[in-house]
Nanobody, 129 residues
Framework: QVQLAESGGDLVQPGGSLSLSCAAS????????IGWFRQAPGKERELVAA?????????HYADSVKGRVTISSDNAKNTVYLQMSSLKPEETAVYYC?????????????????????WGQGTQVTVSS
């Protein structure tokens, strides 16, 4: 059974840092594209970062997080990480990881909802003082 499980969400003060994890299980190698998304109440789903986690290349970041967010993976642990720093209150949201087997080559493609086949339950990140 294919599963994605996010963890690491927490309450953090503005300017703080947080590291999220996305543990994958039951996957075949074809699901090599992982996207980290977030969705705040009343707002649209937003791509934060994405990459080909099997190769570690083809890394993409939303403009709003460039320089503050790093996506990485540990293939031995089947886990993808999202490290975030200088967090802002407006980044309060549920963060999800999603997996795709499609041939995705740019940020726009990674941002399309229909290209993803699996996703997790999400982890809550709250940025507040």
């Amino acid at each position: 059974q294919v599963q994605l499980a996010e963890s690491g969400g927490d309450l953090v003060q503005p300017g703080g840092s947080l590291s999220l994890s996305c543990a994958a299980s039951g996957f075949s190698c074809e699901y090599s594209k992982i996207g980290w998304f977030r969705q705040a109440p009343g707002k649209e789903r937003e791509l934060v970062a994405a990459h080909n986690w099997r190769s570690g290349i083809n890394i993409h970041y939303a403009d709003s997080v460039k320089g503050r967010v790093t996506i990485s993976s540990d293939n031995a642990k089947n886990t993808v990480y999202l490290q975030m720093s200088s967090l802002k209150p407006e980044e309060t949201a549920v963060y999800y990881c999603e997996a795709s087997a499609k041939n995705l080559v740019n940020l726009r493609a990674y941002g399309l909802a229909y290209v993803y086949d699996y996703w997790g339950q999400g982890t809550q990140v709250t940025v507040s003082s």
